[in-house]
C-alpha cells in the first residue's frame, strides 16, 4: 500500500464530510457537496500532496460526478469486478503485449497489484511510478505518457520489466 507517513485522507476532513453525508447534504446539495468532497478526496489520488493542485477543480460541474450519483456507478461497478474470477490460466492465452503503468503509492490499487498483472500476462511488462498514485498520469506526466507513446509505436518502453517473481 501506499504507507503514507500521515493519513489520507485527513481523519478530521473526513468525519466531517461523513456527518454531512449521514446528515442528508450530499442528497440535498449534491454539487456543493461534491465540491467538499473533491477538497478533501483528491488527496487519494496523489502520491505527493504539493501534486494536489495539478488535478484541477475537480469535475463538480457535471452532475454525473456528484457522490450521490456516482456512488450508485461504483456500486454496481465495483460489484460486478468483485464476482470476476479470471484463472491464472486464462491469463496466460492473452497473446498481446500489455503494458501496465502503476504508482507506488496508490491507494485504490496497491502497487504489488499492477506487479502482479505484468507477472501473469505472457508478454506483460511494467512501468513504475515512484511516488505516483492513481492519477500518476497528471503527477509525473513526463514519465507515463512518453511510456504510453513508446508502446503504442510497438517498442517497450525503456523503463518497462518483465516481472518475474513476487
Not at 501534486?51 to 463538480?60: D, F
Not at 503527477?139 to 513508446?150: D, K, M, W
Request: net charge positive.
Amino acid at each position: 500500500m501506499a504507507n503514507d507517513r500521515d493519513q489520507v485522507p485527513d481523519p478530521k476532513a473526513w468525519k466531517e464530510l461523513q456527518q454531512l453525508r449521514k446528515n442528508g447534504y450530499a442528497e440535498a446539495h449534491p454539487k456543493e457537496f461534491c465540491a467538499k468532497d473533491w477538497g478533501v478526496m483528491r488527496f487519494m489520488l496523489i502520491g505527493d500532496p504539493v501534486n494536489v493542485n495539478k488535478l484541477g477543480k475537480g469535475l463538480c460541474d457535471m452532475p454525473n460526478e456528484w457522490p450521490v450519483n456516482l456512488d450508485k456507478h461504483f456500486q454496481y461497478a465495483f460489484t460486478s469486478v468483485q464476482k470476476l474470477d479470471i484463472p491464472k490460466e486464462d491469463l496466460k492465452k492473452v497473446t498481446m503485449p500489455v503494458l501496465t503503468v502503476h504508482g507506488t503509492k496508490d491507494r485504490n490499487a496497491p502497487y504489488g497489484s499492477g506487479k502482479e498483472w505484468a507477472r501473469n500476462l505472457p508478454d506483460g511488462r511494467l512501468v513504475t511510478i515512484r511516488g505516483g498514485a492513481n492519477q500518476s498520469f497528471v503527477e509525473y506526466p513526463e514519465q507515463v505518457f512518453p511510456a504510453i507513446r513508446t508502446f503504442m509505436q510497438g517498442k517497450w518502453p525503456e523503463q518497462a520489466e518483465k516481472v518475474n517473481s513476487q
